[in-house]
């Protein structure tokens, strides 16, 4: 199947690991050139690397801190000035810390609120003029599965995701007529340095292994194993082609089932 995304220009936020690097990669494989950022200048230009020469295409690497405006600004602007414009944008970021409501200062919220909430909105702001001038555009935000099933310990990734949703929402309807799509992709438990955080930190407060507190995660899955980054980059290639241009509003979970509501 032919994506339509030959000659599209995509920037992919917190791309030099992870599900930021696997999206960036199976665009790269379907013909889009690339701005990719991290906040590691040397991680963010080996992924530029890596990726430039598996693939062939275009490729700006820019360090850069998605939670900081001024960066975002920056980032856009050397995007802009080096391709001419941005067809689809994939906002993506660090997870903010683990916690309950609690334990979590104010200061904590403040930070996940910039990291996780108002990054993808300023890159959202800054990019959303030229897609509708140009009325085509993709805007794609990667959550969390916690937005349709809250995770016990994750009050701020919890809060600040379903808020994105909200706004995702919203906007959906707002661009919809520029031919400008917004959706949602929520990863469940995949193989990522992120979970693989996650599952040490829960792990010592419960006083067991890492590998065990990951055991109890597989079998909560129906599939009994974590997801794999790629299998999360093709559902987010397909939602940012041509292909999906009457798909727009909506959020899609990846997570081998985990889960259990009807919608």
């Not at 407060?205 to 194993?225: H, L, N, Y």
Request: with cysteine; charged share 20%; hydrophobic share 40%.
């Amino acid at each position: 199947m032919d994506l339509g995304l030959k000659n599209k220009v995509a920037l992919v936020a917190a791309s030099s690991h992870g599900l930021g690097r696997a999206v960036a990669e199976e665009l790269a494989a379907e013909g889009a050139a690339l701005i990719i950022c991290g906040r590691n200048t040397t991680d963010i230009e080996r992924a530029a690397a890596e990726i430039r020469q598996g693939s062939g295409i275009s490729i700006l690497a820019v360090q850069a801190d998605v939670s900081k405006p001024d960066e975002v600004s920056k980032l856009v602007e050397k995007g802009t000035s080096r391709f001419g414009q941005i067809d689809i944008l994939v906002t993506n970021a660090g997870g903010p810390p683990t916690g309950t409501f609690a334990t979590l200062t104010r200061e904590e919220w403040e930070s996940a609120t910039r990291l996780t909430l108002f990054s993808a909105i300023e890159l959202t702001r800054q990019v959303l003029p030229g897609m509708k001038e140009r009325r085509w555009g993709r805007i794609l935000n990667i959550t969390s599965i916690t937005v349709k099933q809250p995770v016990e310990n994750l009050m701020l990734s919890n809060s600040m995701r379903a808020g994105l949703t909200g706004f995702s929402r919203t906007l959906a309807n707002e661009v919809a007529t520029y031919g400008i799509t917004v959706n949602n992709i929520l990863p469940g438990y995949t193989r990522t340095e992120r979970v693989e955080e996650l599952a040490s930190q829960i792990a010592a407060k419960q006083g067991i292994s890492a590998a065990e507190f990951k055991a109890k995660w597989e079998q909560e899955i129906p599939m009994r194993r974590l997801g794999e980054p790629r299998e999360f980059a093709a559902l987010a290639t397909f939602l940012v082609s041509e292909r999906a241009s009457y798909i727009t509003g909506a959020s899609f979970q990846v997570d081998g089932g985990w889960i259990k509501s009807l919608f």
